[in-house]
């Protein structure tokens, strides 16, 4: 079935095909870099897999970077595909006003050291930044080093199927940081042992949200994270995310003198929170969620202890099997059906299956359809996608 739609899709765009350019790396050029410099917009840059010793900056082109998942549906491209910042800054840059046409997807992202963005950067753009692994990245550990993973301001990236991992940031966002109007898109994530560890400071594990940055976070898996102060998970400070459909466990907020909001902190804010899972989170103070100067606004979600607001329910979620990052329900969990409109609540729906990857095959239908499109077609493709968590 997915070779018809693939060869639809080629019917469609086949005549705007001649205008762009694929670049075969290391066939055409020895870096990425290199090939990067040579693109123009709308071009293709395939990435044979390999390791990368390289610190890359898109330069404001409006390109698809990726591996050989973006032609094979293969998704062991993604492990295999590697670039390493060797700890000489971010190791992808996006701050040259790219659009949602600059595009990184299928790569593992590690090794990155910056003041902020340790694996991604982004500043005035829009990428595309989707199905990569983004792992042991650090953003300044001693200082106000933001975004371990990825660090976000005035931009409004769309970061969607990628697994964040054992990234750390000195001040706020081991996974994410998004500050001063960043408007970012983050959906069907899982963020794994990401930390905030700044000793005076600590906000969001695994993801951050300051200054006017009202982000979309829906269908993230978002567990084991940790903070020093404020939001092991998720931290909102002077922001109104809207959080919809995540999942957050077993993260934590300690230090030897505070740690509020194991799950989620909300610092002078009024988030919405909807059909979301907050269980098993750990604190010195509001282990689940906790507010200071704001409310947040919480309902049909499953709170460990309770929570005042509509829907809302207090019982074990039953998780296929959380110790090995299955996160999956139970058939009888309570979470099934019991959200807004008859949703689930919760990231995933029911299934006890074998997850620690994410269904790459349904989403490379859409990343084929995506780097067609960036070749100046008019094609609409719609393709109703289930997502699965990446563990």
């Keep these: 079935m997915k070779y018809r739609y693939l060869f639809l899709i080629g019917l469609l765009i086949a005549p705007d095909l001649c205008s762009a350019t694929i670049i075969n790396i290391p066939d055409d050029f020895a870096t990425i870099q290199a090939g990067i410099d040579a693109s123009a917009d709308n071009d293709t840059i395939l990435v044979q897999p390999s390791l990368y010793q390289e610190n890359l900056n898109f330069n404001g082109h409006d390109i698809v970077l990726g591996s050989l998942y973006l032609t094979t549906?293969?998704?062991?491209?993604?492990?295999?595909?590697?670039?390493?910042?060797?700890?000489?800054?971010?190791?992808?840059?996006?701050?040259?006003?790219?659009?949602?046409?600059?595009?990184?997807?299928?790569?593992?992202?590690?090794?990155?050291?910056?003041?902020?963005?340790?694996?991604?950067?982004?500043?005035?753009?829009?990428?595309?930044?989707?199905?990569?692994?983004?792992?042991?990245?650090?953003?300044?550990?001693?200082?106000?080093?933001?975004?371990?993973?990825?660090?976000?301001?005035?931009?409004?990236?769309?970061?969607?199927?990628?697994?964040?991992?054992?990234?750390?940031?000195?001040?706020?966002g081991g996974g994410i940081h998004c500050r001063t109007n960043a408007n970012a898109i983050i959906r069907h994530n899982v963020f794994a042992a990401n930390a905030a560890i700044g000793d005076m400071s600590g906000l969001g594990g695994g993801i951050y949200c300051g200054n006017n940055s009202n982000a979309e976070i829906t269908y993230n898996v978002i567990y084991g994270n940790s903070v020093n102060n404020y939001g092991g998970g998720i931290c909102a400070h002077l922001s109104t995310p809207l959080m919809d459909r995540n999942t957050l466990y077993n993260n934590s907020a300690y230090s030897y003198y505070q740690g509020n909001g194991g799950g989620i902190s909300c610092l002078e804010c009024d988030p919405v929170i909807t059909n979301t899972i907050v269980w098993g989170n750990h604190a010195l103070q509001g282990a689940q969620i906790y507010e200071i100067n704001g409310t947040a606004i919480v309902t049909y979600c499953d709170v460990q202890g309770g929570r005042a607001g509509e829907g809302n329910i207090d019982c074990h979620p039953l998780f296929c099997n959380a110790a090995e990052g299955n996160f999956y329900l139970a058939e009888t969990s309570c979470c099934l059906g019991a959200g807004e409109g008859g949703v689930d609540i919760g990231a995933l729906g029911s299934g006890c299956m074998t997850a620690t990857i994410p269904a790459l095959s349904e989403w490379g239908l859409m990343i084929l359809g995506l780097l067609l499109l960036a070749a100046g077609t008019a094609a609409v493709i719609r393709r109703q996608m289930k997502a699965s968590p990446i563990g």
């Design 73 to 172: 549906l293969d998704d062991s491209y993604v492990a295999t595909t590697i670039i390493d910042g060797n700890q000489s800054g971010s190791v992808v840059v996006f701050s040259n006003s790219e659009s949602s046409q600059a595009r990184l997807i299928g790569f593992t992202i590690q090794n990155g050291l910056a003041g902020d963005g340790g694996g991604i950067y982004c500043n005035g753009s829009q990428p595309i930044i989707a199905q990569n692994i983004i792992q042991n990245n650090q953003a300044s550990v001693i200082g106000l080093g933001s975004g371990g993973g990825i660090y976000c301001e005035e931009a409004s990236p769309t970061i969607e199927y990628n697994r964040f991992e054992n990234n750390v940031a000195g001040f706020a």
